[in-house]
């Protein structure tokens, strides 16, 4: 069992930089962010592999957010910069205990309580 932790969420203004992290209890494949707006499905942000330290990331988000990691912390962080009123969403740290596609929800086997993120315009 891995237990997330999500932390760094809360309250910008468009075009701000806010940064999300995630420590887990336990060691994992890979980490990974998604997100969930009001009404709307659950979103890949970006995603994290541990072995390789490959990354991916959502089109909506690739070249404003950045996903980095601490292997000895089990720790993953979200840079989130030029935040825009449409990121606004509950944002999911998730954890896979073996290889998977980086934004298939259904491949993360744990997940945290998630973290509000809220941009203003």
């Known amino acids: 069992q891995v237990q997330l932790v999500e932390s760094g969420g809360g309250l910008v203004q468009a075009g701000g930089s806010l940064r999300l992290s995630c420590a887990a209890s336990?060691?994992?494949?890979?980490m990974g962010w998604f997100r969930q707006a009001p009404g709307k499905e659950r979103e890949f942000v970006a995603a994290?592999?541990?072995?390789?330290?490959?990354?991916a990331y959502g089109d909506s988000v690739k070249g404003r957010f950045t996903i980095s990691g601490d292997n000895a912390k089990n720790t993953v962080y979200l840079q989130m910069n030029t935040l825009k009123p449409e990121d606004t969403a509950v944002y999911y740290c998730?954890?896979?205990?073996?290889?998977?596609?980086?934004?298939?929800?259904?491949?993360?086997?744990?997940w945290g309580q998630g973290t509000q993120v809220t941009v203003s315009s």
């Open positions: 994290l592999r541990w072995s390789v330290g490959s990354t």
């Open positions: 998730a954890a896979a205990v073996r290889r998977g596609a980086y934004d298939y929800s259904n491949d993360y086997h744990y």
């Open positions: 336990g060691r994992s494949f890979s």
